[in-house]
């Protein structure tokens, strides 16, 4: 009887606990909770993408081209590739061998002939409709200076496109089809408001295969891949392959947020690191394009570089920041304004310069002949300056600062070896007539010098914003700078035809 009772109880205690289970699988009471259960449940359900974005295809497809120019080639041919990687990768000879396989088994061939013979390139791409008069947005390397390019809508009408503007700076280009109708189109979002860890999708012509939606996230902001000095692209994870050049990268409001422009392949496929152009880049340059058919930009005339740590310190500046002026273009903007070399520029218009890039940035967004206001380091404070903007120009060149040349023996001071700069070294070392200073004829290994990136052959123009003309004055003002307080030297150094300042952290035990 015992035994039963015992049995009862059990059997209740197990109806019980699965009931307890069943509720809290139904109502999510006493289950673990996800990290932001903390969170209202609005904020949790932003973390999971919807289901289907077939709406979102729907709606935007329609908008979404392919592109196909032929270019008239000698030995060029094969560079007219669609989709632009990183140089040295093994991208360009992989797909080559695609296509030339595909070539020869009847189908797409990538170098087709004309009935003479010629070579000629063919090279496929991506693009959006922006409005229904048929201007369409696409990379500038896509369709670069194209004989005939050929645009195809999703419902395989094709039309001969017109280049209207195109801007290698930030590979945008923009084209004209006319189809006699109002035609599909999509808009651009903002770029700015785009955070990461959002849901992007993207859409394109990858290997000439015609629209094809790939998804993913917002995996970075502001990439710097070193291609121009406007690099500011937005890095996403959605997988895009070579054909998807110029094609958009959407959001899930069925904006265009970015231009789909490069990846980084180690491999020779696409490993989830793609990168765009940001909308709010692409408005401002797509409006040019349209309107002027070119892109006017702003110029200082200024020659800059990064600030470090030791440059930060030898300059007395808190921090590194700013933009560091190697070399100011005679008669430009910036000596007209008073920039001298050496200046740090801390912010332009209002707008505070965090890292080297930002300068050229703001600067060529600028219109010519406005007035623009210029904080300054120098000399251990602050100034403030006025420019008028110019025009930026493919001619505008830094000149070499001028100065006298002198004739003296060679000097050393803590592992630098100085020596004369003669008319003959100049030759050699492909400077202009008017460069001076004195040349670093050796370097001792191990030296602070040799650690910071100072090698023979660079001449050596001004240590501590202070000119040197003989290889004793270099080397005395270096051996001063190594019993300073600070212990730290600001080398203006000219390496063949181009002045950068090295920062040298002398330490207490050099020399």
């Known amino acids: 009887m015992a035994e039963s009772s015992t049995h009862d109880r059990k059997s209740l205690s197990n109806r019980r606990l699965t009931a307890a289970l069943a509720l809290a699988l139904g109502a999510g009471l006493a289950l673990p909770q996800p990290l932001w259960a903390d969170s209202p449940p609005e904020a949790a359900t932003v973390l999971v993408p919807q289901q289907s974005l077939a709406p979102l295809v729907k709606k935007v497809l329609p908008a979404v081209v392919n592109i196909s120019v032929t270019q008239k080639s000698g030995e060029q041919t094969t560079q007219e590739m669609p989709f632009q990687n990183f140089p040295g990768s093994p991208f360009d000879d992989l797909m080559r061998r695609f296509f030339e396989q595909q070539g020869e088994g009847g189908q797409q061939h990538l170098f087709p002939r004309t009935p003479g013979g010629q070579m000629k390139g063919v090279a496929l791409g991506s693009g959006f409709i922006i409005d229904p008069e048929g201007h369409v947005v696409t990379n500038n390397h896509v369709v670069g200076d194209a004989d005939k390019v050929e645009v195809t809508l999703q419902d395989n009408s094709k039309y001969t496109a017109k280049i ?71 890095q996403i994870d959605a997988p895009i392959n070579r054909g998807n050049s110029g094609g958009p990268t959407f959001n899930l409001s069925g904006e265009v947020i970015g231009i789909n422009t490069a990846i980084y392949s180690p491999n020779g496929g696409s490993v989830g690191i793609g990168f765009a152009v940001p909308s709010n880049t692409a408005k401002l340059i797509v409006a040019q394009l349209e309107e002027h ?130 008319s003959e070294l100049r030759r050699e070392l492909h400077l202009a007539k008017g460069a001076h200073g004195v040349v670093v004829s050796d370097i001792d290994g191990g030296s602070a010098a040799e650690d910071v990136g100072l090698v023979a052959g660079d001449v050596v123009v001004a240590i501590n914003q202070q000119p040197v003309h003989t290889p004793e004055e270099a080397a005395q003002k270096l051996q001063q700078a190594a019993n300073s307080s600070n212990k730290n030297a600001l080398l203006l150094v000219d390496r063949q035809g181009v002045t950068q300042y090295l920062g040298v952290r002398l330490g207490h035990n050099q020399g």
């Open 164 to 234: 209207i503007g195109h801007d290698a700076k930030t590979d945008l280009a923009v084209l004209k089809i006319s189809a006699g109708k109002p035609l599909p189109y999509v808009t651009f979002g903002d770029s700015s408001a785009a955070q990461i860890g959002d849901w992007v999708m993207a859409v394109g012509n990858p290997f000439g295969l015609g629209g094809t939606v790939t998804t993913g996230i917002i995996s970075a902001r502001g990439r710097d891949i070193h291609s121009t000095a406007f690099d500011d692209f937005l």
């Open 293 to 422: 058919g070119k892109v006017t930009r702003g110029w200082l005339g200024v020659q800059i570089q990064q600030v470090t740590q030791p440059i930060a310190a030898s300059l007395g500046l808190n921090g590194e920041r700013g933009a560091l002026v190697a070399a100011v273009t005679p008669n430009s903007p910036g000596a007209q304004a008073g920039l001298r070399q050496g200046d740090v520029i801390l912010s332009f218009n209002g707008h505070p310069i965090r890292e080297l890039r930002d300068l050229p940035r703001l600067v060529a967004a600028t219109e010519p002949n406005q007035t623009a206001a210029l904080e300054v380091w120098r000399e251990g404070q602050t100034i403030q300056l006025q420019s008028t903007v110019g025009e930026l120009n493919d001619e505008h060149r830094v000149a070499s600062a001028a100065g006298a040349e002198q004739q003296t023996d060679q000097a050393e001071a803590l592992g630098v070896h100085f020596a004369p700069l003669s």
